[in-house]
């Protein structure tokens, strides 16, 4: 597609639930990275993919947040159990190459909200 | 973790006037990369500048780089209203692929 494109761009979620997230990058590009924006805040590296591999997962803050990516394209970010500490805005990001030396293109971002 | 410590935190000038952002870090990097965000929602690259550059321009915006104190720093000249956002800097380190950014600076332009 011509941009990053997430889904849902808002969820609301009651505690303890299971949420999904998705992240459909640019074509054609092989890296693509989740962070987590807490209202005001920076942006937290959560993991990053290469193709359909994860060098580095270092970000997960627990073992409720989980990731794939098929195909070399669609990613998934799953929370199981949410929390409220885990409402924030989740952004994907994907570039052309390891290393972003054109920088990132990022979609507009899933708001969760858990109640 | 963060990379970045960005100043000042918020920034409020009027339209016309220039606005000036600054970003330090405390690794060594490979690049360092300004992004714009409005409305707390999807960031916009703006510029990249590569470890062995010093200045870059592209239309308004200035960025410099010192490696030697591992500082940034953003410059947009005549701002417009519509440049009031959010600006962080990032930097890309070793073979991670990753980019860690800073914590941003509001910046507010008055019509």
């Known amino acids: 597609g011509a941009g990053v494109s997430q889904s849902p761009s808002n969820k609301v979620t009651e505690k303890g639930k299971d949420v999904e997230l998705r992240c459909d990058p640019i074509s054609g590009h092989t890296a693509l990275y989740w962070y987590r924006q807490s209202l005001g805040q920076g942006l937290e590296f959560l993991i990053y993919f290469q193709g359909n591999s994860a060098p580095d997962k270092s970000g997960l803050p627990s073992d409720r947040f989980s990731a794939e990516r098929t195909g070399g394209s669609v990613s998934t970010l799953t929370i199981q159990r949410t929390q409220q500490e885990d409402s924030a805005v989740y952004l994907c990001?994907?570039?052309?190459?390891?290393?972003?030396?054109?920088?990132?293109?990022f979609g507009s971002g899933t708001r969760l909200t858990v109640v | 973790s963060q990379q970045g410590e960005e100043d000042p935190q918020a920034l409020s000038i009027q339209e016309g006037e220039n606005a000036t952002m600054n970003c330090s870090y405390k690794t060594s990097i490979n690049n360092l990369q300004w992004y714009r965000q409005n409305s707390g929602r999807g960031l916009v690259h703006l510029i990249l500048?590569?470890?062995?550059?010093r200045e870059k321009h592209s239309g308004r915006l200035r960025v410099t780089l010192d490696t030697s104190k591992k500082s940034s720093s953003l410059l947009i000249t005549a701002s417009r209203a519509a440049d009031t956002a959010s600006y962080f800097c990032?930097?890309?380190?070793?073979?991670?692929?990753?980019?860690?950014f800073g914590q941003g600076t509001t910046l507010q332009v008055k019509p």
């Open positions: 500048i590569r470890s062995n550059e």
């Open positions: 990001a994907s570039s052309s190459s390891q290393g972003a030396p054109l920088g990132y293109t």
């Open positions: 990032a930097t890309l380190s070793g073979n991670t692929g990753k980019l860690i």
